[in-house]
């Protein structure tokens, strides 16, 4: 995915934050994978060509960065976190294992009836959804039983 720093600087800017040379490491970083990224490995792959950058840098920028909708952030087991961009992959959504926290996005929802039901019954106004389903992997799965 091609990374567009100018929507992402303006992004930034509206909510007073700079796009900084550190911040522009983590996005690109996160944008050079198509599949979630831990902290520690955004930090692995950023510290190969920066290793003046600090740990705590990368998640106070993953903090800014998933607060603004930059990128997306999955919780797994333990509260351990991965992100991905936002729009490397269509609207879709996350299986995520119990076990050993590996998330597969998925994209096909259909959601539509539920959404209308529930804003009908409720009279909220649906801005968006997220669907995580949580079981465990084939990997998992094989290696010990349930």
């Known amino acids: 995915m091609r990374l567009d720093e100018k ?79 936002r729009g490397i992959v269509e609207h879709h959504h996350h299986l995520i294992c119990t076990d050993c926290g590996t998330v597969v996005d998925f994209t096909g929802c259909d959601l539509g009836i539920l959404e209308k039901r529930l804003s009908r019954e409720t009279g909220f106004k649906m801005k968006e959804h997220l669907l995580e389903l949580s079981g465990r992997c084939p990997s998992c799965q094989k290696t010990a039983p349930a």
């Not at 955004?42 to 003046?52: A, G, S, T």
């Open 7 to 85: 929507k992402v600087a303006t992004i930034l800017r509206q909510q007073g934050y700079k796009l900084t040379a550190q911040r522009r490491a983590v996005l690109k970083a996160i944008a050079r994978s198509r599949s979630h990224l831990s902290p520690a490995e955004i930090y692995k792959r950023i510290k190969q060509e920066d290793p003046k950058i600090g740990l705590v840098t990368v998640y106070r920028t993953l903090e800014i960065l998933s607060h603004l909708g930059v990128i997306c952030e999955v919780r797994t087991r333990g509260n351990a976190r991965s992100y991905l961009i």
